[in-house]
C-alpha cells in the first residue's frame, strides 16, 4: 500500500491550496482518512478527519472555517482544502489511513498512532 500527496508549495498568507493524497495498491473506500501536520521543531498535529462514507467530519479548531477535508472513494483520494492560509500554517503535511471500517470516536481519530498508513508528506510554506 502506498499513499502519495502532493499539492503542497508556497503560497502568500490569505491564499489558497489544495492538497491531494491517492491510495495506491488496495480500495480505501469506507476507511478513515486524515490529514496531519508537522512544523520544523514541534509534534505531529492533527488536523483533519474524513469518516469512509465522507459524511462525518472533524477539524482541530485552528483550521475550522478555513480548511475542508473530503474524499473521492472512487478515485481511491482524499483531499485537504485550505483557504485563508496563514503562516502558522506552514508545515509538512501528512495523510494517514486506519484499516477499519469500525465506528470511531474522533478523539480517536485525533490520534497519530491510531492510523496505520501513512503518505510521504507535502511542505506547505505560507509567507506572511
Known amino acids: 500500500v502506498q499513499l502519495q500527496a502532493s499539492g503542497g508549495g508556497l503560497v502568500q498568507a490569505g491564499g489558497s491550496l489544495r492538497l491531494s493524497c491517492a491510495a495506491i495498491?488496495?480500495?480505501?473506500?469506507?476507511?478513515?482518512m486524515a490529514w496531519f501536520r508537522q512544523a520544523p521543531g514541534k509534534e505531529r498535529e492533527f488536523v483533519a478527519v474524513?469518516?469512509?462514507?465522507?459524511?462525518?467530519?472533524h477539524y482541530v479548531d485552528s483550521v475550522k472555517g478555513r480548511f475542508t477535508i473530503s474524499r473521492d472513494n472512487v478515485k481511491n483520494t482524499v483531499y485537504l482544502h485550505m483557504n485563508r492560509l496563514k503562516s502558522e500554517d506552514t508545515a509538512v503535511y501528512y495523510c494517514?489511513?486506519?484499516?477499519?471500517?469500525?465506528?470511531?470516536?474522533?478523539?480517536?481519530?485525533?490520534?497519530?498512532?491510531?492510523?496505520?498508513?501513512w503518505g510521504q508528506g507535502t511542505l506547505v510554506t505560507v509567507s506572511s
Open positions: 494517514a489511513i486506519k484499516d477499519s471500517r469500525a465506528w470511531f470516536a474522533a478523539v480517536q481519530a485525533m490520534a497519530a498512532r491510531w492510523y496505520d498508513y
Open positions: 495498491g488496495r480500495t480505501f473506500s469506507g476507511y478513515p
Open positions: 474524513v469518516s469512509g462514507s465522507g459524511s462525518l467530519t
